[in-house]
């Protein structure tokens, strides 16, 4: 069983940048960690994934061009750094672990961390 608790949100202006981390504690090598986010009154949507083993990526096209998704192995933590940030970008942030080796299957995201809040501002 694998734990996950995500750290780095809060407020931001508009065009700025955050990075977001996910720190995962338990077995994670045959693993995909995900990023998805859930603004107020909408559903959650994935934004990135990668794969733990092989380093292999998906961005949802609401994340490609401003969001990258990484990964250290010695730390054992996800990043997700966010750029040229938007009013819209403001939601609480989310990491999910899957076992499924599709990076793009949601429902294969069981594991879920406490979320973190990142607010943008204009």
């Known amino acids: 069983q694998v734990q996950l608790s995500e750290s780095g949100g809060g407020l931001v202006q508009a065009g700025g940048s955050l990075r977001l981390s996910c720190a995962a504690s338990?077995?994670?090598?045959?693993?995909?960690i995900g990023w998805f986010r859930q603004a107020s009154g909408k559903e959650r949507e994935l934004l990135a994934s990668i794969s733990w083993s092989t380093g292999s990526t998906y961005y949802a096209d609401s994340a490609k061009g401003r969001f990258t998704i990484s990964r250290n192995n010695a730390q054992n933590t996800v990043y997700l750094q966010m750029n040229s940030l938007k009013d819209e970008d403001t939601a609480v942030y989310y990491c999910?672990?899957?076992?499924?080796?599709?990076?793009?299957?949601?429902?294969?995201?069981?594991?879920w961390g406490q979320g973190t809040q990142v607010t943008v501002s204009s």
């Open positions: 338990g077995r994670t090598g045959s693993l995909s």
């Open positions: 999910a672990a899957s076992s499924i080796a599709s990076l793009r299957f949601t429902p294969g995201f069981r594991s």
